[in-house]
């Protein structure tokens, strides 16, 4: 996650770095996709996944869900200047999933740990949802995507307002729009969850 944070500190006409590849490829193939990084390749959204239990969950209104989603577009505003203006990375110093993975953390970094680990127990991702600062990034290009055409996911005209999309999609990508539904595809993370809900052919998925 600390990607378009180290962009911001390469040195000037440096060569390209691993890093930098990396953030190409993902951007394009989001572009293209949308947010499959997210959905099915990144390890941190995988290990939210398999602390969250159904049992104990705790579901936030739609309205407080949608608030708390800014957030992470503006941590990745804060972290790009703050890159850029100290050429320091603040964030990957203390991101929480890199002390998990070197079972390594003090101070604000266990914190932040813990509260992290704690939330995926009761809210699906959140820190997905609400914090990542790449997926605030990869948001904003499945937007573009959506908006260019690229994107071939979308709710068809065979949709029959049934609400079964917008029931199991389990981070509200999915909104009532007239007498219709509406992808939100700066927070959709091309789960495949309404595609197997759909009755009839309501939804084109990535696999038309």
Not at 142 to 150: D, I, N
Not at 167 to 176: D, H, T, W
């Amino acid at each position: 996650m600390g990607f378009v944070e180290r962009i911001w500190l390469l040195p000037w006409g440096s060569p390209l770095s691993v890093v930098l590849i990396m953030l190409v490829i993902i951007t394009i193939t989001t572009l293209f996709k949308g947010r499959i990084f997210c959905g099915w390749v990144c390890p941190h959204g995988a290990l939210q996944e398999f602390l969250f239990q159904v049992k104990i969950s705790f579901p936030l209104e739609r309205r407080v869900d949608s608030s708390l989603k800014i957030l992470k577009y503006l941590f990745l505003i804060f972290i790009v200047l703050a890159a850029i203006f100290t050429g320091q990375g603040l964030f990957c110093r203390y991101e929480p999933f890199k002390a998990i993975y070197g079972l390594s953390a003090s101070g604000l970094t266990l914190a932040l740990v813990i509260v992290t680990l704690m939330a995926s127990l009761v809210f699906y991702r959140p820190w997905c949802r609400y914090i990542c600062p790449l997926g605030a990034y990869l948001g904003i290009i499945a937007w573009l995507g959506s908006r260019w055409g690229l994107n071939r996911t979308q709710i068809t005209a065979d949709c029959l307002f049934c609400r079964k999309c917008l029931r199991v999609c389990p981070i509200n990508a999915i909104k009532e729009e007239g007498r219709g539904c509406k992808i939100n595809y700066r927070e959709c993370i091309t789960c495949g969850d309404c595609l197997e809900a759909c009755p009839t052919t309501g939804i084109k998925g990535k696999e038309d």
